[in-house]
């Protein structure tokens, strides 16, 4: 089973994610350059009973940039790209939706004054 980080990466990719104007990480995210997005997986529930291959799964998006409004307009594009998403085939797997599960949050700055911003969205797929 591949990871939906990296399918939603890949997926992203696919949709022009140069329109992002940032470099897109998964699961491990650089310190440079400053104006990136990664997506990690995160806590979903446990398999649906009357189907184990029904996976509800989680992901959260984290956008960093020099100032806080291109941090903002990155989890914009993030949401309108995963929003969109219902009953599409992405990799090996059919994914019924992607529904945010919390809105943009700030997280602050780091270490070296970028702003942080994460949301976190539900999925649930199947193998295609």
Same mark, same amino acid.
């Given at each position: 089973?591949?990871?939906?980080?990296?399918?939603?990466?890949?997926?992203?990719?696919?949709?022009?994610?140069?329109?992002?104007?940032?470099?897109?990480?998964?699961?491990?995210?650089?310190?440079?350059?400053?104006?990136? /997005? $990664?997506?990690?997986? *995160?806590?979903?529930? @446990?398999?649906?009973?009357?189907?184990?291959? #029904?996976?509800?799964?989680?992901?959260?998006?984290?956008?960093?940039?020099?100032?806080?409004?291109?941090?903002?307009?990155?989890?914009?594009?993030?949401?309108?790209?995963?929003?969109?998403?219902?009953?599409?085939?992405?990799?090996?797997?059919?994914?019924?939706?992607?529904? /945010? $599960?919390?809105?943009? *949050?700030?997280?602050? @700055?780091?270490?070296?004054?970028?702003?942080? #911003?994460?949301?976190?969205?539900?999925?649930?797929?199947?193998?295609?």
């Amino acid at each position: 089973m591949s990871a939906p980080s990296h399918e939603l990466a890949q997926y992203f990719d696919g949709q022009g994610t140069a329109t992002l104007g940032v470099d897109l990480f998964t699961n491990d995210e650089p310190t440079a350059p400053d104006d990136v /997005m $990664t997506i990690y997986d *995160t806590a979903g529930s @446990a398999p649906v009973l009357f189907d184990e291959k #029904l996976r509800d799964l989680g992901i959260q998006v984290r956008s960093r940039a020099g100032n806080y409004a291109d941090a903002y307009q990155m989890q914009e594009d993030a949401f309108d790209i995963l929003n969109a998403i219902k009953g599409q085939v992405i990799g090996g797997h059919r994914y019924i939706g992607v529904w /945010m $599960t919390s809105d943009v *949050t700030n997280v602050g @700055a780091d270490d070296n004054d970028r702003s942080i #911003l994460t949301s976190n969205f539900r999925i649930e797929r199947h193998p295609a």
